[in-house]
């Protein structure tokens, strides 16, 4: 791609300015209008429990309180996408979770809705809440929803059970009667939050049409409009969605959580009303990742051939099933495309407790399906007496090899596995824990593949010619991690013009083409597409307005370096900006229009190395240095790629070793500030390093890939398989508190001190 002067190049984010200088728009910073009110949101305090009654007179005396809304005065319908088994203000009479709304009301200042929310009045009766997904499984715990068989619940789903799903290929039980030796490991990962720097906000207005438009923080404005719309049974287009700048979303930004809220406030008072969320109440009654519970069996050969996998999956989906089927499901396929296992079953469920309503949180079931996979992948060589490195080499994806996935021409997971090795050193010194192993610090290594599917999603844009010649793309995917850059920098490439002549667009649900939501490594590469389907479009308006002042046949023309020109007598051109001046009507006439179908899947690999040093007595795991190969494809931006891979590794630390929402054993999830919920700072950072392995993907602009989800999936598993080579004892959960290394310790034999 040499002929490539913009993509390909390390350029600061456009996007960069604004936010270091503090003048980008959130959520928070959207102007109200002239009478404006602020919503706050009255939530339950106990995890299960019947609602006895609800007395909001006092709240509604309060002076400058415009609207209370309770159960008695809220809508009466369900809602919840698919499986609508949510309410207004616990309108069935119950509540699910910690943090459930129970009122909300609006009011002329921040004292007054806060004086209103105290002073409503609820009655409950506690009830046993559901903590234990085996329980919920298994039918031994009380009924979330007690009317479940009246909802329409997943495949199998039945009681609190959401959904269930077997996939396989090859013959599962034939492949262990041939293995030499069966393992069978249980891993439990936790709920965790996305732990963003801005919490959820947003702000309503309602016309006199009844229309009602949302300023809101968001990551994809058309599923916020689709969740609107739902939860007040609306069509779609009586909703308007403008999403702002955000501050940190990873998945957990794509469902309404306040803003059918506000919607309705705003409906009910006629005039804006703003909601944000504390980070209390953020913690407790928004998306976290989902908890896992994985029994992994695996059938090996003498010679270290894996030649049958099993795999049992209960996911805890909280109080509401809203996207819980899908979640499952479609994440079945990671438990074997990193090896070739010709015989594979996978069952999975999704079932119901009493906690906050999961969701999808960056690389949704990556981590948890890797750190059971990856961890077990060290035990058996151990045990086999294969070295960690040798027994994925020889059970690595070839081309050819069948997976639960679509298969893949030529997967990169030996190349990516091999280049970490050899970046890593792998087995030679942890040089820089020598200092550490003198005070008596145990250093370990360890090892772990990842892959994501790399999912296509159909998109839309539009490119504008501006009056000075410079090309607007405009989408309705939002801006994240980089990708307007990215597109920028594609679309000056295509029409030969600098990169600051070329900016980025998000439009709202009303004003821009719909398109994919900004998640799941899909949004830079399927706006791309759309990008080149639309300047196609874009190139015949301009040559039809350019041959006319040209005099030439449109077919004639060529448009290279920001000038149109005629391909048999190149000193007769017209500039862009000649061009949009020529347009008939208003500036910026000449507008192209492209969209493309979902494009196949692109799948990534990544693999990672993690090392470590643990002391022995006190438990404690200081990371040393990261080290990630990933199949990138091709870099529109390396320095946005790398520092997308850097974050999502730090990320995966987090999850490693200090991140979990737990919940106690009467239900409440604890941890509900950023002072309790430990995320990494810039003291835990080890070393980190990220190489980027250029193999371009089939059918996909520039050849390249998805880069956020892929090297989360795998950072976990390195870190805790570097902390079992350092202390020899296998740890089967995460986070790893010291308790949780002393503890193994002992279990396995090790000294431990008093």
């Not at 119950?94 to 609820?122: H, K, T």
């Not at 908890?291 to 996998?309: D, L, Q, S, Y």
């Not at 997971?413 to 005070?439: C, K, P, Q, T």
Request: hydrophobic letters at 40%; aromatic letters at 6%; charged letters at 20%.
């Amino acid at each position: 791609m040499s002929d490539l002067k913009v993509a390909g190049k390390d350029l600061s984010r456009i996007d960069a300015p604004d936010k270091a200088a503090g003048t980008a728009r959130f959520a928070a910073d959207v102007p109200p209008p002239a009478r404006g009110l602020i919503g706050l949101v009255l939530r339950s305090p106990h995890p299960h429990a019947k609602v006895l009654s609800v007395d909001s007179r006092a709240a509604e005396k309060i002076p400058g309180v415009r609207v209370v809304l309770t159960r008695v005065n809220g809508p009466k319908h369900r809602f919840g996408g698919g499986i609508k088994d949510q309410t207004w203000f616990a309108a069935d009479g119950l509540v699910r979770f910690v943090g459930e709304p129970v009122a909300a009301v609006a009011a002329e200042s921040y004292d007054a809705a806060r004086a209103a929310v105290e002073a409503i009045r609820v009655k409950y009766e506690v009830l046993e809440p559901v903590v234990s997904a085996f329980d919920s499984r298994d039918g031994k715990a009380p009924l979330v929803h007690e009317d479940w068989s009246e909802l329409t619940l997943g495949p199998g789903g039945e009681g609190n059970v959401i959904a269930r799903f077997e996939t396989k290929m090859g013959d599962a039980d034939s492949g262990f009667a041939e293995a030499d030796r069966i393992f069978e490991h249980t891993f439990a990962t936790p709920r965790t939050h996305a732990a963003y720097i801005e919490p959820h906000a947003c702000t309503a207005e309602a016309g006199a049409d009844g229309k009602v438009t949302v300023w809101t923080s968001t990551q994809d404005a058309w599923s916020i409009r689709t969740g609107i719309a739902d939860a007040l049974g609306y069509p779609d287009n009586k909703i308007r969605v403008i999403p702002t700048e955000i501050g940190g979303g990873f998945g957990a930004k794509l469902q309404s959580l306040i803003e059918h809220i506000a919607a309705l406030l705003s409906l009910r008072c006629g005039e804006s009303v703003r909601i944000e969320m504390t980070r209390e109440e953020d913690h407790n009654a928004s998306s976290p990742r989902h908890p896992h519970f994985i029994t992994i069996r695996t059938g090996v050969k003498n010679g270290g051939e894996i030649v049958a996998r099993e795999i049992d999956v209960t996911m805890d989906h909280g109080a509401y099933g809203r996207g819980a089927p899908f979640q499952c499901q479609s994440k079945m396929i990671m438990a074997s495309c990193n090896y070739r296992i010709p015989n594979v079953r996978v069952r999975a469920c999704t079932v119901y407790t009493n906690a906050p309503m999961s969701g999808p949180v960056r690389a949704p079931s990556g981590p948890q399906y890797h750190f059971a996979t990856e961890v077990q992948m060290d035990i058996i060589a151990r045990e086999m007496g294969f070295g960690p490195l040798e027994f994925r080499r020889q059970n690595g994806l070839r081309p050819g090899d069948r997976t639960l996935a679509p298969p893949e021409e030529n997967p990169s997971m030996l190349s990516v596995l091999n280049r970490v090795a050899e970046e890593s050193g792998w087995g030679g010194e942890i040089s820089s824990g020598e200092a550490l192993e003198v005070d008596g610090w145990k250093l370990g290594r360890g090892i772990a593949c990842g892959y994501w599917p790399g999912p296509g999603e159909s998109a839309s844009c539009s490119l504008r010619l501006n009056d000075d010649g410079s090309i607007q793309i405009v989408a309705g995917t939002v801006n994240l991690t980089g990708m307007s850059t990215a597109l920028c920098q594609l679309t000056a490439d295509e029409f030969g013009i600098e990169f600051d002549e070329v900016r980025y667009s998000t439009g709202d649900t009303d004003s821009a083409p719909q398109s994919t939501a900004a998640s799941g490594s899909k949004a830079t590469r399927s706006v791309a597409q759309a990008i080149l389907s639309a300047a196609e479009d874009f190139r015949e308006k301009i040559f039809s307005v350019a041959s006319s002042r040209l005099e030439a046949d449109p077919a004639d023309l060529v448009l290279e370096e920001g000038k149109v020109s005629v391909a048999s007598a190149p000193e007769r051109f017209l500039t862009l900006a000649q061009v949009a001046s020529a347009a008939p009507g208003v500036q910026g006439f000449v507008i192209g229009s492209g969209e493309t179908a979902k494009p196949p899947p692109c799948p990534i690999h990544t693999a990672q190395v993690a090392e470590v040093a643990v002391h022995p007595d006190l438990g404690e795991v200081r990371v040393l240095r990261l080290l990630c190969a990933q199949d990138v494809g091709f870099a529109i931006n390396p320095t946005s790629v790398a520092g997308q891979i850097e974050g999502a590794m730090i990320q995966g630390l987090g999850l490693a070793l200090m991140e979990e929402l737990p919940s106690a054993e009467n239900g409440n999830i604890q941890g509900d500030s950023l002072h309790e919920y430990l995320v990494p700072t810039s003291l835990d950072m080890p070393e980190i390093r990220v190489v980027m392995i250029d193999n371009p993907a089939e059918g996909t602009p520039l050849g390249m890939r998805g880069v956020g989800e892929p090297p989360i999936v795998a950072t976990a598993a390195a870190v805790v398989n570097a902390i079992n080579d350092a202390v020899g004892a296998p740890l089967f959960s995460i986070p790893v508190g010291p308790h949780h290394v002393r503890a193994a310790m002992a279990e396995n034999g090790a000294a431990v001190s008093a």
